[in-house]
């Protein structure tokens, strides 16, 4: 369990924000930070990661106290058995995919786990390339082994795959689902990506101006338990048209396209962009062998 | 699976199946407040008060608007649960002789109704 009780004045670009938050994780969960940019999220990750020093409160993960104020103690970032993806991967240039990877050793820690992530990320062939030779998400691929050398307990993903695109985010969405269950990780992921969250994570907290406004888990986050429609999927309005008395909605599901029909009264409510919930009863679809 | 009545403002009964049961989905207890929904397609009309058929959820109503599309046609339907939009083929439309104000039932089947807690 990971629990958190942060005070924290932030400057930014956008103004002061007085980050107040009380956050409690389980053991072995992969959960979501949703909000907007500004809102404290990133933040929240470097102070747990040991990065950012908070103003006062506290950080406990299982039974170690990581930071409390008051007695004093803060633990150096690598004394916490984090892992950290960020966003543009933050490979060094003049190093091999190998030597980034032996980089992150600990003094004295065994090698055997460098060859053993290579292997499971499918690096094996390109451990000798640089990282301007490689593709984004073959980069993405080396930060987050990278980030697993250390043997982490907690793994924080921040907007990982938000560079990406989205033949190769769909792929890394399923290879991070893998390495979360593989290393018995406990996995925070920041994206704004509503798909991707309902389909990564177990539960969602909702950060806005420095604290938690609304937290569930994902499914309940979303409405997506608010019918007993059982055939339903997330996306993003690609078009809207019209035919004849009704109006053609499609949506970007994953890597499909699909289409649904709607009334004017529904279409009128939709803008392309927006982030939709398809649902129909589970009596309706046919399902075929192919 | 269960079959859900649900009682209607209005006083009317409509019925849906759905795969969840009361131990699945707390919702369903007796007495619970649930939205209905169904999609504008799949509500059929008729002109026939009693037919025979096995279409489990029926409403009076009568005709207040009508948009004769060239494939399709859009009825909004005044009825005692509020106002329902049925989209039926205009060639249905036509061969029934549908005209406002007429009075019809709709029929909607069981296995068409979503509920929403």
Redesign the interface.
Known sequence: MISLNLKKTLKSAGGKIDLNLQLTIEKGQFVTLFGESGAGKTSTLRMLSGLLRPDSGTIKVGETIWFDSHKNIDLKPQQRKVGYVFQDYALFPNMSVRQNLEYALQKNQDRTIIGELLEFAELGELEQRKPETLSGGQKQRVALVRALVQRPEILILDEPLSALDLKMRIKLQEYLLQVHKKYNLTTILVSHDIGEIVKLSDRVYELQNGSVIKKGTTTDFFGLNKTSAKFRFSGEVLKIQREDVLYVISVLIGNDIIKVVADRTEANNFKIGDQVLVASKAFNPIIQKI | MSIVGVEVESGEELM?????SPDT?PYLKKGNKVNV?F???EVAVTTQKELDISIENRIAGSISSM?E??????LVLETKMGEV?A?ISTKSLRQMGLVEKMNVMIMVKL??I????
């Open positions: 849906s199946v759905v795969i969840d989905a929904l999609k504008e397609m948009e599309g060239v494939l399709l046609s859009r939009i989209i296995n068409e979503i509920l929403a807690p």
